[in-house]
Each structure stands twice: as C-alpha cells, then as structure tokens.
T-cell receptor, first 112, second 111 residues
Framework: DAGVTQSPTHLIKTRGQQVTLRCSPKSGHDTVSWYQQALGQGPQFIFQYYEEEERQRGNFPDRFSGHQFPNYSSELNVNALLLGDSALYLC???????????FGSGTRLTVV | KQEVTQIPAALSVPEGENLVLNCSFTDSAIYNLQWFRQDPGKGLTSLLL?????REQTSGRLNASLDKSSGRSTLYIAASQPGDSATYLCALTGGGNKLTFGTGTQLKVEL
C-alpha cells in the first residue's frame, strides 16, 4: 500500500520564478494538506483541499495556490519566489481529516 | 489562537533510559492529537494518534497520554535506543482540520 508520494524530492529555483510541487495521497484518502517547514521549526499549515475545493487556508499570501484533481492528487504552486520561500514542503493526506494524517517525504525547495 | 509548546527543545540520554517528552497547548477544544517522528531532512512518520475521547495510546515501547483539561500531552519512550534519535513533534487539530504543530524536541540517544 503506497503512502503519500511527493515530487520532486529537491528543487533549486531562482528568485522571481514559479514552482509547482506535486503530491499523490495515500490510497483511500480524499483530503490533501500542504505544510511549509523552515529549518528548525515545526511545519506551518498552508491550505487543505477536499473534493477539489480549498477547504481551509493558513496565513500564507496569494502567491501560494493549489489544486486538487479528481483522483485526489494535488499540486502546490508558488509564484514570484522569494528567498524566504526556501523550506521543506510537506504534503499530508487523510480520510476527511478525522483519523489522523499521513505525511510524504517532502520536497526541499531552495530559492537562490 | 492555538499555541503548542514542546519542552525540552533538545534532550540527550544514554541508551536504555526511559524518557518523557512534553507537549502543552493553550486551547483545550481539540479534536485529535498526533505524535510524529522526523529524521533529519525527511518527512514525518506518525507514531500515535489520540482522539479527543481517549486518554492514551500505546504502540510497542511508546505510550502517549492526553489531558485536555490541563492542556498537556506526554510521550513516554521506554528503554531508549540509538535508533530513537530524531525530532519528535506533537500536533493537534481543533475546530478546523489543520494540524497545529509544536517546534519539536530533538532527541539524541547515545551508546
């Protein structure tokens, strides 16, 4: 049973560019959440998708956007990258958000 | 706004010791509390999930307790091993479905 799969594993982008990160949820899960983790900090909630709609959003600017597809997979897009966007981006899936979350291995984004 | 604090921030113990990691939160209206383990540069591995109606959960050498009235959860690790070295994060869900994380406890178990 595959867990949560994220791609790519690592990414280096230049300031001002745009990036797309991808996530496939665990089999049977219908809800996908995205988190940003800066070095030495706990993950911070970006947003959550359920039934292809953004259900909840954290305190992140509109440069961060997302999408959920009919097969429950999801993308995180970040426009106009800043140096401060460098972080580990984690995807988590759940069944309705009520039975705990399963995390992927993350995408390490470096903005130079 | 829910705030989650983990103490200590770092901990170093000799192999074989029993240890307790602490997690405190400010808003007792929580739905679930989950403990995770994170190895350096890696994703999060779920260890234990405690639903709001439960008081504790156990898995192998791990035991987690939840006291909503006092705003506290503890993770007990018995007979620690070098392979337990990692950062341990507690996270909880409240009225919404998002997880609110603490900053973690970095554990090192030495031979």
């Amino acid at each position: 049973d595959a867990g949560v799969t994220q791609s790519p594993t690592h990414l280096i982008k230049t300031r001002g560019q745009q990036v797309t990160l991808r996530c496939s949820p665990k089999s049977g899960h219908d809800t996908v959440s995205w988190y940003q983790q800066a070095l030495g900090q706990g993950p911070q909630f970006i947003f959550q998708y359920y039934e292809e709609e953004e259900r909840q959003r954290g305190n992140f600017p509109d440069r961060f956007s997302g999408h959920q597809f009919p097969n429950y997979s999801s993308e995180l897009n970040v426009n106009a990258l800043l140096l401060g966007d460098s972080a580990l981006y984690l995807c988590a899936s759940s069944f309705g958000g009520n039975y705990g979350y399963t995390f992927g291995s993350g995408t390490r984004l470096t903005v130079v | 706004k829910q705030e989650v604090t983990q103490i200590p921030a770092a901990l170093s113990v000799p192999e074989g010791e029993n240890l307790v990691l602490n997690c405190s939160f400010t808003d007792s209206a929580i739905y679930n509390l989950q403990w995770f383990r994170q190895d350096p540069g890696k994703g999060l591995t779920s260890l234990l999930l405690i639903q709001s109606s439960q008081r504790e959960q156990t898995s192998g050498r791990l035991n987690a307790s939840l006291d909503k009235s006092s705003g506290r959860s503890t993770l007990y690790i018995a007979a620690s091993q070098p392979g337990d070295s990692a950062t341990y994060l507690c996270a909880l869900t409240g009225g919404g479905n998002k997880l609110t994380f603490g900053t973690g406890t970095q554990l090192k178990v030495e031979l």
